[in-house]
């Protein structure tokens, strides 16, 4: 998900002759008019994952605009919870992610902190592990 959403083409959308960032109750609309499952669940997945991505990486994108962290997991954990009973495949994965969606949220917070306590040769050290 984080490298996903690394590229921009992934995380924004083209509207009104611009890219923005496509809000989380837009995408529910969007689930919610879905021609079929399937397609439902592809746009609950983006749902849950965008939640969960500006929740932990971007929350004060929320509060500026009076949203409260309530929200972002009401819908990311909804999102995930339908997909636990409905998706085609890794239905136990949604079901954790949907269980535990406010710990997950805090988890990748943490983890992409900028205040991890980690000096630049330890971080490097651990991309150089994960890459080979």
Do not use: W
């Amino acid at each position: 998900m984080l490298a996903r959403f690394g590229r921009s083409e992934q995380l924004f959308a083209y509207e009104d002759g611009r890219l923005d960032l496509r809000p989380l109750a837009l995408l529910y609309g969007d689930a919610m008019e879905a021609e079929d499952d399937h397609q439902r669940c592809l746009f609950l997945q983006q749902l849950g994952d965008m939640a969960l991505f500006l929740g932990a990486l971007f929350p004060g994108r929320f509060s500026k605009r009076g949203i409260q962290q309530d929200y972002v997991v009401g819908m990311g954990g909804g999102a995930y919870d339908y997909l636990a009973d409905n998706a085609r495949q890794n239905r136990h994965v949604f079901q954790e992610l949907a269980s535990m969606f406010t710990k997950i949220l805090e988890l990748v917070a943490t983890a992409c902190s900028r205040d991890t306590g980690l000096d630049d040769s330890t971080i490097l050290a651990l991309y150089q592990r994960r890459v080979t």
